[in-house]
């Protein structure tokens, strides 16, 4: 049986534009899109809803010239840094069809500049350049608040909590640190408040002045005096997070999903010519777009109209979230509530242990003189003949669970299960190793390597043949 694993480096290996990179460059030309004056104006009325935003804009469209403020592939890549893929793109899929409208750049406006997550990798974009990259972002923002709620758990005056948030605490008060305020302000964690301060000079009246406090929006009732509600900020968060799932998932449908191949696309590998299972960690249907109607399972789940996109972390790792319970952020959560394809190698595992049950029962029951046949047919049962591909996956220990279920299948015995993992370049490689190193250990890396069940090989090539269009004609 051939199963083949995908991650993003599939996708990129298709020049399909599914890097984080690719993702945030098209965002922000979206962001930056000049829609004219009615419309930025609209955006600087107090409207409270999306429905209402597009309203007037249908409104303030039927007085302009619709073309100029559509955006196609050219204008969306406009300020894009992998300048070179992107022509390849060009090359390979006709763009021609990807045009968003004026009411589909203003709802993304709209959630861009609504999204705090967003905000926040916007900031961060130079040092966040893969999806690892990305959720150790999201682990550093609660690794963060996990601190804070301690702090802010030993300040038992309510009417004293702005003074952590001042830039100069008073002597043996709790301060916040400075980039921890820096990061959790993009999350509108605190607010400017109006109090009465009292003047120097006896007899004159108190005047009104403004301080940094704690948004009291995060607050128990949303009043400073009940106090901060971790639970709260947490909710805000998590919300946040599946709006910008949503901005993702926008993308991958508005572009990534309508570039259609120009070429007829082949992959000159012995190995995975005939497949009978995928295994995706990507959110996209690549393989069965171009290539053949294999069953996929998507163990992160996929894009579309009822997206069930898994964003998030591998584990919580402070006391104080667990106890909050703040396993929406995580990755297992995530593959859970959204019911994706989350069983991985279930059938090959239950197998094993069918297996070692027969095995159990037959040298517990079996006293024919002939137990030594019978004991070899069955030793052929045990053989599970699976040959892995994994393309294009990091192997990182986001995906730590995949991998150990993987590489325990010949725990015991040689059950004839083998894995090739593709490589993009030395580099890749020597990444790889590394986490299957990290991961596994050296002992079990070692043995499969010795016993050649385990091959690191370059990727498969993929050519680009005549054009579809002249294989019809």
Not at 369 to 385: C, G, I, Q, S, V
Not at 450 to 464: A, D, G, S, V, Y
Request: proline share 3%.
């Amino acid at each position: 049986m051939n199963i083949l694993i995908v991650g993003n480096g599939f996708d990129l290996s298709h020049y399909l534009p599914t890097k984080y990179d690719h993702f945030m460059d098209v965002m922000d030309a979206i962001e930056k899109k000049d829609l004219g004056k009615p419309i930025q104006n609209v955006f600087s009325n107090p409207l409270n809803t999306l429905p209402e935003l597009i309203l007037k804009v249908l409104e303030i469209k039927r007085a302009v010239d619709e073309k100029t403020y559509q955006m196609n592939f050219d204008d969306l890549f406009v300020i894009c840094r992998d300048k070179k893929f992107v022509s390849k793109t060009k090359e390979i899929y006709d763009t021609t069809s990807i045009i968003l409208s004026v009411e589909e750049i203003v709802e993304l406006q709209y959630k861009l500049k609504k999204n705090c997550w967003y905000q926040y990798f916007k900031n961060h974009v130079e040092e966040i350049k893969t999806w690892i990259d990305f959720e150790q972002k999201i682990q550093d923002v609660l690794t963060i608040l996990a601190e804070c709620i301690g702090e802010l758990e030993k300040i038992h005056n309510p009417k004293k909590i702005y003074e952590y948030f001042s830039e100069h605490p008073k002597d043996g008060s709790l301060g916040i640190k400075e980039k921890n305020s820096k990061i959790l302000n993009f999350f509108n964690f605190t607010a400017e408040e109006e109090y009465y301060r009292q003047s120097i000079n006896l007899g004159r009246p108190s005047h009104k002045s403004t301080r940094i406090n704690l948004n009291p929006r995060f607050c128990h009732g949303e009043s400073l005096l009940n106090n901060f509600s971790p639970s709260l900020f947490l909710d805000f968060l998590s919300n946040q997070l599946d709006d910008f799932i949503e901005i993702f998932n926008l993308y991958l449908e508005l572009v990534v999903n309508q570039l259609i191949p120009v070429h007829k696309f082949s992959i000159e590998s012995k190995g995975i010519i005939s497949l009978d299972k995928i295994y995706s960690f990507n959110y996209t249907n690549t393989y069965q777009r171009i290539y053949d109607l294999v069953k996929v399972e998507y163990l992160h789940g996929s894009h579309g109209e009822n997206q069930n996109i898994v964003l998030g972390i591998f584990d919580l790792e402070h006391d104080s979230l667990r106890k909050l319970k703040a396993y929406g952020f995580t990755k297992y959560h995530q593959k859970l509530f959204k019911d994706t394809d989350y069983l991985f190698l279930d059938e090959s595992k239950n197998n094993i242990l069918a297996y070692k049950k027969r095995v159990e029962d037959f040298e517990k029951n079996y006293q024919k003189p002939n137990k030594e046949y019978y004991r070899d047919a069955l030793r052929f049962e045990e053989k599970l003949n699976l040959n892995f591909y994994i393309w294009g996956h990091s192997l990182d220990v986001s995906d730590k669970d995949y991998i150990i279920d993987l590489f325990s299948l010949n725990d015991d015995i040689d059950r004839n299960v083998r894995v090739t993992v593709y490589y993009f370049d030395k580099n890749a490689k020597f990444m790889l190793l590394n986490n299957l190193l990290s991961i596994l250990g050296k002992d079990k890396v070692e043995q499969w390597m010795k016993n050649k069940w385990l091959q690191f090989k370059e990727n498969p090539e993929i050519k680009f043949n005549e054009t579809i269009s002249e294989k019809t004609a």
